[in-house]
């Protein structure tokens, strides 16, 4: 099947700062990224939809602002957390999905913001 | 809006034993459903998907039935073996067609030991 890589796997930052998290498309071209993050012994909850160059539809309750995505390429989707919290800590994880009804996930990004 | 409940894990069986895992589902229209699973480290796979009524999908000796009249699209196994272990996220897509995000159940963790 195809791959989805993240970048980084984990990540560990200070309040205050800002993290950006990378997700690739290994082996197609992905027309639309999805973003999900998941809370422990929760749902993967979606963030934001992104389509190569455009701009991200991002769900009710989620700040543009600060999480900031970029889809700049058929294989690049880039998420950035911005002056990240302690309430941002999370497990983020990306799909792509190509023109087929399938999404294929990436194994996700553990953020915790001391 | 759309949702889906799955039961709580985690579910411990022994190998060979019979595996339900309930998924009940709130959709307007006719959504398509997944289960996904997740091993240890990885990132999220498709199982099985069924996008109509009184579809069956099925893989690796999993099956799942879409029942409409039930909204619900359980999964099951004969004989599970302990490489089963992993946790099985139930999904809906409301629309078939690519592009459309996936919204998911909390996740159930299995453990199948030998």
């Known amino acids: 099947g195809a791959v989805v890589s993240q970048h980084p796997s984990r990540v560990i930052c200070k309040s205050g700062t800002s993290v950006k998290i990378e997700c690739r498309s290994l082996d197609f071209q992905a027309t639309t990224m999805f973003w999900y993050r998941q809370f422990p012994k929760q749902s993967l909850m979606l963030m934001a939809t992104?389509?190569?160059?455009?701009?991200?539809?991002?769900e009710q309750g989620v700040e543009k602002d600060k999480f900031l995505i970029n889809h700049a390429s058929l294989t690049l989707s880039t998420l950035t957390v911005t002056s990240a919290h302690p309430e941002d800590s999370s497990f983020y994880i990306c799909s792509a999905s190509n023109s087929g009804l399938e999404q294929f996930f990436g194994p996700g990004t553990r953020l915790t913001v001391l | 809006g759309n949702s889906v409940t799955q039961m709580e894990g985690p579910v411990t069986l022994s190998e060979e034993a019979f595996l339900t895992i309930n998924c009940t589902y709130t959709a307007t229209g006719y959504p398509s459903l997944f289960w996904y699973v997740q091993y240890p480290g990885e990132g999220l796979q498709l199982l099985l998907k069924?996008?109509?009524?009184?579809d069956k999908g099925s893989n690796k000796g999993f099956e799942a039935t879409y029942r409409k009249e039930t909204t619900s699209f359980h999964l099951e196994k004969g004989s599970v073996q302990v490489s089963d272990s992993a946790v099985y996220f139930c999904a809906l897509s409301d629309r078939v067609q690519a592009g459309t995000a996936l919204i998911f159940g909390k996740g159930t963790t299995l453990s199948v030991s030998s």
């Open positions: 992104s389509n190569e160059g455009s701009k991200a539809t991002y």
């Open positions: 069924a996008t109509k009524a009184d």
